[in-house]
Structure formats: structure tokens, C-alpha cells
Nanobody
């Protein structure tokens, strides 16, 4: 059974840090492009970051560039999102997702991620940035 199980998240003050984890089972994460999306209340889901398996290249949305870092541990079959310098506007439900292609084609070609590229999704985890 294919699953992506997320952990991490929670409540943090502005300027703080959090790390999200996404553990895969039923498939080998290292052969997929893996991404993080987020959805704030009343807003559309947006792509945050993507990492390719073919060459390890990464994509970040402009809103998180320089603050968030995506990484993967293929031995643990786990994806991470390290979030630093968090802002209230980062508050959202965060989702990890797996794209069966091994490269973040849409993100690298268009400068934006498409949720339609991703076949498998985590359950989502709430991140709240508030004082």
C-alpha cells in the first residue's frame, strides 16, 4: 500500500523554525520527484518546493526562497522541509506529494508547481505562525 505519512508542524512564533517530515512506504521515494504544497484558509493550494531525484535539483517558490530547505534521505525513504524565519503568512496546511517522474519538470519549466503532476499525497499537517 502506497502511503506518505507526515509529521512535524504545529504552532511557532514569527521568526521561529519547524521541520516537516514525510515518510514514504510502498514505493521508493528516491525514484520520484517530491514536492511540498500548502493551502491557507480561503486560498488555493500552492506549490512550495520540489526536489528532483534525477539530479537533486530543487525548486522554491519566491515566497519561501532563502528560508525553506527541502531535502530527502533515500535510505530512510523520507522527505523533509526545514522552515526557518517563519512568518504569519506561512500559516497553512502543508502537504507532501510524490510525482512519478524523476524531475520537477513543471516547476523548472514554468516557475510554478502543478498539483496535477503528483500521484501520491500525504495527509497534511497544520503549521501556524503566530505570537
Amino acid at each position: 500500500q502506497v502511503q506518505l505519512v507526515q509529521s512535524g508542524g504545529g504552532l511557532v512564533q514569527p521568526g521561529g523554525s519547524l521541520r516537516l517530515s514525510c515518510a514514504a512506504s510502498g514505493f521508493t521515494l528516491g525514484t520520484y520527484a517530491i514536492g511540498w504544497f500548502r493551502q491557507a484558509p480561503g486560498k488555493e493550494r500552492e506549490g512550495v518546493s520540489c526536489i528532483s531525484s534525477s539530479d537533486g535539483s530543487t525548486y522554491y517558490a519566491d515566497s519561501v526562497k532563502g528560508r525553506f530547505t527541502i531535502s530527502r534521505d533515500n535510505a530512510k525513504n523520507t522527505l523533509y522541509l526545514q522552515m526557518n524565519s517563519l512568518k504569519p503568512e506561512d500559516t497553512a496546511v502543508y502537504y507532501c506529494a510524490a510525482d512519478p517522474l524523476n524531475y520537477c519538470y513543471t516547476a523548472q519549466a514554468t516557475g510554478d508547481m502543478s498539483s496535477a503532476d503528483y500521484d501520491y499525497w500525504g495527509q497534511g499537517t497544520q503549521v501556524t505562525v503566530s505570537s
